[in-house]
């Protein structure tokens, strides 16, 4: 039996089904969500657009996606009958899970790379294993949080293995400095931007002045460092007021406002009305 994905998290451990009901892909249309778990999704057919952590996708057939806890998401198109099998992990079963250090920072780093294409072969066999997991499932549906950790280790270090093979076949040259600046710069502002907003601080974490930053993110982006990480500010403020009934001062407080006003200001500076307004609207 198939089970629908909630708005943020699961209240099971681990979810497996095919498909994403409408009424799901509806409500990440209209504003975007913060995922407090990690979700694992194979497309089979059709194709979905969205954004995470604001950069644009088409998930394709046979594209894998490996949506990390704390990603910002919000889908804005599906066509051609989109087909998924889909896997979650509650934030609940990552919290006590215990799980080994390189496979948290695995988990950070593809926050910034989220979709790898399968061969076809990889392809029809993940979708194997997504069969056996969805009837094991159906068989034994309390199964022990050992054996649900052994499952999202086997996934995550096999396709870990696919984004090593995948850089070494499509990267035609090493990053340069400037690049891997602006990239490490865009992994920090996404482990820091709830409580950090200022360029003396990811200027420091990267070793290099303010000035250096700011103009290396500007030539490499096109967007300044405070662009950058206000937009994730804003996603992140939009989501909580839309999708939850946590009172405005308690998420002005989540992202290291000072006061309701401050974030009030802030908030309208950037969407053009205050955070009432935006919950209302």
Same mark, same amino acid.
């Given at each position: 039996?198939?089970?629908?994905?909630?708005?943020?998290?699961?209240?099971?451990?681990?979810?497996?089904?095919?498909?994403?009901?409408?009424?799901?892909?509806?409500?990440?249309?209209?504003?975007?969500?913060?995922?407090?778990?990690?979700?694992?999704?194979?497309?089979?057919?059709?194709?979905?657009?969205? *954004?995470?952590?604001?950069?644009?996708?088409?998930?394709?057939?046979?594209?894998?996606?490996?949506?990390?806890?704390?990603?910002?998401?919000?889908? %804005?198109?599906?066509?051609?009958?989109?087909?998924?099998?889909?896997?979650?992990?509650?934030?609940?079963?990552?919290?006590?899970?215990?799980?080994?250090?390189?496979?948290?920072?695995?988990?950070?780093?593809?926050?910034?790379?989220?979709?790898? %294409?399968?061969?076809?072969?990889?392809?029809?066999?993940?979708?194997?294993?997504?069969?056996?997991?969805?009837?094991?499932?159906?068989?034994?549906?309390?199964?022990?949080?050992?054996? *649900?950790?052994?499952?999202?280790?086997?996934?995550?270090?096999?396709?870990?293995?696919?984004?090593?093979?995948?850089?070494?076949? *499509?990267?035609?040259?090493?990053?340069?400095?400037?690049?891997? @600046?602006?990239?490490?710069?865009? %992994?920090?502002?996404?482990?820091?931007?709830?409580?950090?907003?200022?360029?003396?601080?990811?200027?420091?974490?990267?070793?290099?002045?303010?000035?250096?930053?700011?103009?290396?993110?500007?030539?490499?982006?096109?967007?300044?460092?405070?662009?950058?990480?206000?937009?994730?500010?804003?996603?992140?403020?939009?989501?909580?007021?839309?999708?939850?009934?946590?009172?405005?001062?308690? @998420?002005?407080?989540?992202?290291?406002?000072?006061?309701?006003?401050?974030?009030?200001?802030?908030?309208?500076?950037?969407?053009?009305?205050?955070?009432?307004?935006?919950?209302?609207?």
């Amino acid at each position: 039996m198939e089970k629908e994905l909630p708005k943020l998290d699961v209240p099971d451990d681990f979810v497996v089904g095919t498909g994403i009901p409408e009424s799901i892909l509806n409500l990440y249309k209209n504003y975007p969500c913060r995922l407090k778990a990690a979700v694992f999704i194979l497309c089979t057919n059709g194709q979905i657009e969205g *954004t995470v952590n604001l950069n644009r996708y088409v998930v394709r057939k046979n594209d894998f996606v490996i949506l990390s806890p704390g990603s910002i998401l919000q889908l %804005h198109r599906a066509e051609d009958d989109p087909q998924f099998y889909v896997m979650v992990f509650s934030s609940h079963f990552l919290a006590e899970a215990n799980l080994p250090k390189p496979v948290l920072n695995f988990l950070y780093t593809i926050k910034s790379v989220p979709l790898i %294409h399968l061969p076809a072969e990889y392809a029809e066999l993940y979708e194997g294993f997504f069969k056996l997991l969805i009837r094991a499932n159906e068989l034994n549906p309390d199964q022990t949080p050992e054996v *649900t950790k052994g499952i999202m280790l086997a996934i995550l270090y096999r396709i870990k293995e696919l984004y090593r093979q995948q850089d070494q076949v *499509t990267q035609e040259r090493p990053a340069t400095r400037n690049e891997q @600046i602006c990239k490490d710069f865009g %992994h920090l502002v996404i482990q820091h931007y709830t409580h950090e907003r200022s360029i003396a601080f990811y200027a420091k974490k990267l070793g290099i002045t303010p000035t250096h930053l700011s103009n290396t993110v500007k030539q490499g982006t096109g967007r300044t460092v405070i662009q950058i990480i206000s937009a994730l500010v804003i996603n992140d403020a939009k989501a909580q007021l839309k999708s939850t009934d946590l009172p405005i001062n308690e @998420i002005a407080e989540s992202l290291n406002f000072a006061n309701v006003s401050f974030f009030g200001k802030y908030f309208k500076r950037h969407v053009g009305m205050g955070p009432q307004a935006y919950r209302n609207s």
